[in-house]
């Protein structure tokens, strides 16, 4: 079962992509170097962005890119268990720690696994840091909120940290006394079946904890956001309601607007992402994954937050149906295998209805609907690989004060 967590835990730091507007911006930096590499054979230095991602910068407690694993692995956790994760990884379990409750892993256990592992040190500092400050229900409850919404900034570890604060005597009094009474008022909504609660409490957690600071950091994210040619002056401050996402940008915005909108993949993800129409369809297929008590509601609430904004899918990736929708229209392109290599169904945007009379013909359709499905991303991800590769070798020739075509293989 191990290639099955690699191959999952992979596929959300795919999906992660199109969620944040950081990792997003990441890639598009790298992308505008390729370009400008085969248009002029100017090779320019990575940008700081790039180049501090997994530094720990000036007072932060950790690494951007120690927080893009927790993230993963926060995600990994909730949609394997507790129990399975202890089991591959042979982690100890303390006496007294009980690894399953009523509506499936413990909190004692979610923060076990987070805490420990085969790669702990890659993501344990960031979600040991959040139980420093919140009771382990309500650390798992936000997390997932404010670390969306730090990636949708240019400063995730900072923000991170104002979001996962209370706070402090530098904001008026009247502020902090209304935080605690929005704090208290999620923490009362939840009903300790943490699928639910994300979506009953998300709008309340960005209200409380993420609202305040966006005055704070609304300049340098607006700025930012230019540079990927975003204009994001006017919507960021605008108050989240109880269904809605904040206006911040994600991977989708970066992704459409920066050199990544010539990018021959993922431009086409986006596109099917964005179809009208398919998130409700999808949704409305699929059965909760909770107990028979809470399954109308749960269902009520993920179509209603879905329908009010599709990208909480991409912020909540680890929802059973999120994922279940995410697996079908957002799968990874390619996937190699030890033994063989498996692509993605092309063209997007992938229409609703194709997709499901696809999954559903016995025997498969042989028309040109079902052609155009057998068009995979073959094509343009050996093509990408072999401009990826040449960029490489020019850099690693140039580090080595060599001519930037001395690695290159031709043909």
């Not at 997994?54 to 993230?71: I, K, Q, R, T, Y």
């Not at 400063?155 to 209370?166: A, I, K």
């Not at 600071?213 to 300049?219: D, G, N, P, R, T």
């Not at 993949?265 to 009208?276: C, H, Q």
């Amino acid at each position: 079962m191990q290639l099955c967590r690699i191959l999952y835990h992979e596929s959300l730091h795919f999906w992660l992509l199109f969620s944040s507007a950081y990792i997003a911006s990441l890639v598009a930096d790298e992308w505008s170097r390729l370009l400008r590499y085969e248009q002029t054979g100017v090779l320019s230095p990575p940008t700081d962005t790039v180049r501090d991602h997994a530094l720990v910068l000036l007072d932060n407690p950790f690494s951007a890119g120690e927080l893009v694993e927790c993230w993963a692995r926060y995600w990994d956790v909730h949609t394997r268990g507790a129990d399975r994760i202890v089991r591959e990884e042979g982690i100890t379990v303390p006496s007294g720690i009980e690894l399953r409750g009523q509506h499936g892993y413990t909190g004692a256990a979610y923060d076990l696994v987070m805490l420990n592992g085969e790669d702990c040190a890659v993501y344990g500092r960031p979600y040991r840091w959040l139980l420093e400050r919140w009771r382990s229900r309500l650390a798992a409850l936000i997390f997932p909120v404010i670390a969306h919404a730090a990636f949708s900034t240019c400063r995730p570890v900072t923000t991170f940290c104002c979001f996962g604060s209370l706070l402090s005597s530098k904001f008026e009094k009247n502020a902090v006394t209304l935080q605690q009474k929005k704090i208290a008022q999620f923490e009362s909504a939840a009903t300790g079946v943490v699928n639910l609660d994300w979506l009953k409490c998300y709008g309340m957690i960005v209200d409380a904890l993420v609202r305040p600071w966006l005055e704070v950091f609304h300049k340098p994210i607006v700025d930012w956001l230019r540079e990927y040619e975003f204009d994001a002056s006017d919507g960021l401050l605008r108050p989240p309601s109880s269904s809605q996402m904040p206006i911040l940008a994600d991977g989708l915005s970066i992704i459409r607007t920066s050199s990544l909108k010539s990018h021959p993949i993922f431009s086409e993800y986006v596109s099917a992402f964005l179809t009208p129409g398919w998130v409700e369809g999808l949704v409305n297929t699929i059965p909760s994954a909770l107990a028979y008590d809470k399954q109308q509601e749960y269902k009520n609430a993920m179509v209603a937050f879905s329908r009010a904004s599709p990208a909480i899918m991409l912020a909540l990736p680890g929802q059973p149906p999120y994922r279940y929708l995410l697996g079908h229209v957002m799968p990874p392109p390619r996937i190699v295998f030890r033994n063989l290599t498996w692509y993605a169904n092309r063209p997007a945007p992938l229409r609703l209805t194709g997709v499901f009379q696809f999954l559903s013909q016995t025997p498969p359709r042989t028309d040109s609907k079902a052609d155009d499905f057998n068009n995979t991303y073959k094509e343009q991800s050996e093509l990408i690989e072999k401009r990826v590769r040449r960029f490489r070798a020019a850099e690693k020739a140039i580090s080595l004060g060599l001519p930037p075509n001395t690695f290159e293989v031709l043909g």
